[in-house]
Nanobody, 121 residues
Framework: VQLQASGGGLVQAGGSLRLSCDAS????????MGWFRQAPGKEREFVAA????????NYVDIVKGRFTISRDNAKNTVYLQMNSLKPEDTAVYYC???????????????WGQGTLVTVSS
């Protein structure tokens, strides 16, 4: 199993980025997917999650209305569209696969390597 996150980079505050996570995993549609992030000196935190079919989505309050998680089961890919980015969004973003679209790291079985997002003020 391999999860490959990409799409990170340097962006000015107010800008947008779209993260992708390509999953080399059998029966991708059987897994809920999540995005987490870890800022320098801080613990990893939940950002967003989506259930197997893509109908249910879950967000941490501080990104609601700015971030959108989606998935394409035909392409084994999950996305995180990030708009109106703020300097406090700066972090390494990780994608993860699990049984349910939970908010806890422990609920996920597989993790990608992370992609760095830097938002300048």
């Amino acid at each position: 199993v391999q999860l490959q996150a990409s799409g990170g980079g340097l962006v000015q505050a107010g800008g947008s980025l779209r993260l992708s996570c390509d999953a080399s995993i059998r029966n991708f549609a059987n897994y809920a997917m999540g995005w987490f992030r870890q800022a320098p000196g801080k613990e990893r935190e939940f950002v967003a999650a989506i259930n197997r079919s893509g109908i249910r989505r879950n967000y941490v309050d501080i990104v609601k209305g700015r971030f959108t998680i989606s998935r394409d089961n035909a392409k084994n890919t999950v996305y995180l569209q990030m708009n109106s980015l703020k300097p406090e969004d700066t972090a390494v973003y990780y994608c993860a696969a699990g049984a349910i679209e939970g908010t806890l790291s422990s609920e996920y079985l597989y993790w990608g390597q992370g992609t760095l997002v830097t938002v300048s003020s």
